[in-house]
Every structure is written in structure tokens, then in C-alpha cells.
């Protein structure tokens, strides 16, 4: 079965300080991930997808991740963190390849961004 | 363009009760997605509704049980409620299947007291 791992339940940055929250997966076919964020009290807001037409992904409010088939990671980065970065982010991946487009999630890591 | 709509935002039932949740999709999405969010349990899928019918079901209780509408909403059914249904519950829409990207909606907080 495929699952992801969230390295990092808390991750706290500075203001302006690179950002790097850490997913690694486990699948036995190319996976689709994704990264959601979620803010207090809100549904998630999707942040970006891998479906294996390129391996950096670039998403939304200057994210990206890059899928490394070689490690098994699709870390999301933001060269510069906001105040309003500050929420929980989710890894997930598709299982089985869409055929039953099940989100499995991550446990989520919490960023908090310090002024 | 309309995203996903949840009604009600927060519900509130006693043990044993029956409670309702309904989910408008994005327009032209086909299927609707219910996960949970439980404190200590994280994001956990339980239903996937494309063109009216149940295509997949998560790792839960006949008593969670749902439908998909002509217009494509949807509506979850949780029967004899227990505490630990006590959750955030989430609806997500997407095109039809092929792991296209899922879009969620604000959630329904459900408290069962």
C-alpha cells in the first residue's frame, strides 16, 4: 500500500528564512502527490502536484516541490517565508494510480514563522 | 468560479442521533470525495461518489453512508453517532477519476456531545 511520511511535525522558520518541509513516499508504481495547506479552522487548499511530466513542480504563492524517484521525496521549499505562511501542510499521494483516487495524507507538519 | 460549499459549518448532535452533511462541488466536477478529519487520526478517506454512484469507500462503518444527487452534490449520513465521530469532515470535487487534483471544501465541524 502506498503511504508518505511527513519528517517534522513542527517546523518553525524566520521571517524571510528558506522553508523546507520534508515528505518522503512509499509506492511500488509512479505515484500522483500533492502538498495541501490548511489554515485554522479552513479546508485544505492545494498547493501543488507531481503527475511525472516534470519533476520540479512550481505551485502556488512561490512553492515548489521536486520529486527524486532516487530518494523517494517530494519536499516542498519557499525561498522566502511570509507571516502568512504560517499553517499546517499536508503530503499526499494517489493510490494505485487513480483507479480508486484515494488521498492518502500525511500527518501534516505544522509551520510557524517568527518575525 | 465557485469553489466547494459545505452546509451546515457546524453541527452539533447527542450520542445515538443521526446527522447530515451536504457538499456542493466546484461546476463540472463529477465526483465528490468525503474525508475526516479526527483529532489524533489525521486526514482518513471515506467515500468517493462519481456519476450518482459509490465507486470507493474508506475503512469505516456502514452506519457513514452517503449519496450523489443528479447535480452532482452530495450528502453524508452518519447513523447512530458515537463521541469519536466527533471531527471535522471534509468534501473534495474533481473532474472525473484519472487522480486529478481534488478540491476541498471549508469543512463541517460535527460535535457529538
Known amino acids: 500500500a502506498q503511504s508518505v511520511t511527513q519528517l517534522g511535525s513542527h517546523v518553525s522558520v524566520s521571517e524571510g528564512a528558506l522553508v523546507l518541509l520534508r515528505c518522503n513516499y512509499s509506492?511500488?508504481?509512479?505515484?500522483?502527490l500533492f502538498w495541501y495547506v490548511q489554515y485554522p479552522n479552513q479546508g485544505l487548499q492545494l498547493l501543488l502536484k507531481y503527475t511525472s511530466a516534470a519533476t520540479l513542480v512550481k505551485g502556488i504563492n512561490d512553492f515548489e516541490a521536486e520529486f527524486k524517484k532516487s530518494e523517494t521525496s517530494f519536499h516542498l521549499t519557499k525561498p522566502s517565508a511570509h507571516m502568512s505562511d504560517a499553517a499546517e501542510y499536508f503530503c499526499?499521494?494517489?493510490?494505485?494510480?487513480?483507479?480508486?483516487?484515494?488521498?492518502?495524507f500525511g500527518t501534516g507538519t505544522l509551520l510557524a514563522v517568527q518575525p | 468560479e465557485a469553489g466547494v460549499t459545505q452546509s451546515p459549518t457546524h453541527l452539533i448532535k447527542t450520542r445515538g442521533q443521526q446527522a447530515t452533511l451536504r457538499c456542493s462541488p466546484i461546476?463540472?466536477?463529477?465526483?465528490v470525495y468525503w474525508y475526516q478529519q479526527a483529532l489524533g487520526l489525521g486526514l482518513q478517506f471515506l467515500l468517493w461518489?462519481?456519476?450518482?454512484?459509490?465507486?470507493n469507500r474508506g475503512n469505516f462503518p456502514p452506519r457513514f453512508s452517503g449519496r450523489q444527487f443528479p447535480n452532482y452534490s452530495s450528502e453524508l449520513n452518519v447513523n447512530a453517532l458515537e463521541l469519536e465521530d466527533s471531527a471535522l469532515y471534509l468534501c473534495a470535487s474533481s473532474l472525473l477519476g484519472g487522480a486529478y487534483e481534488q478540491y476541498f471544501g471549508p469543512g463541517t465541524r460535527l460535535t457529538v456531545t
Open positions: 461518489y462519481d456519476e450518482g454512484e459509490e465507486r
Open positions: 509506492s511500488s508504481v509512479p505515484p500522483y
Open positions: 499526499a499521494v494517489i493510490e494505485d494510480g487513480g483507479a480508486t483516487n484515494k488521498l492518502i
Open positions: 461546476s463540472g466536477h463529477t465526483s
